[in-house]
């Protein structure tokens, strides 16, 4: 499900013939792209090596999607852009048929990942992080006209 502005579309798969569904920050579904007719370059890039690494969804694990999800940018989806407003605090990967959530604070593997079981409680307790700064190529700030 996506959503913009009050708006919103659906699209339905299966998870065969190599359905797959992903998102950065921008619309990606038919529907609003009309309604948001460009995107950031990082957004698309972002959104352009999904598709590259995930290729074929059967076999995906844990892993590779940590993986992904640290790697940085360009080539991944991690930024460390924070004095630019853009930058990952945190990454998380979500398994309800396991019950499991896995977080990295920071986009940083020096961090460590964590499991939460997601049927308990947290326990509330601080954890120390550290995060990398980072200056941004002005150009990824851009926009572009999105294809569809």
């Known amino acids: ?28 579904l038919p ?3 009309p309604q948001e007719p460009q995107a950031l370059v990082h957004s698309l890039r972002r959104y352009e090596w999904i598709g590259e ?33 853009f930058g990952t605090t945190k990454s998380m990967v979500i398994d309800p048929a396991a019950g499991v959530l896995h977080l990295c604070w920071g986009g940083r593997a020096e961090n460590g990942w964590q499991t939460f079981d997601i049927r308990e409680p947290l326990d509330g307790a601080a954890t120390d992080i550290r995060l990398n700064f980072e200056k941004a190529d002005p150009a990824i700030h851009r926009f572009q006209p999105l294809q569809i």
């Not at 499900?1 to 990606?28: C, F, W």
């Open 53 to 85: 690494q995930l290729g074929s969804p059967s076999g995906v694990t844990v892993e590779q999607l940590q993986t992904m999800l640290l790697a940085k940018y360009p080539d991944g989806l991690c930024c460390h852009y924070f004095e630019e407003f």
């Open 1 to 28: 499900m996506e959503t913009l502005d009050g708006r919103m579309a659906v699209k339905q798969i299966n998870g065969s013939d190599g359905q797959t569904l992903y998102a950065t920050n921008h619309p990606v």
């Open 31 to 33: 529907e609003l792209v």
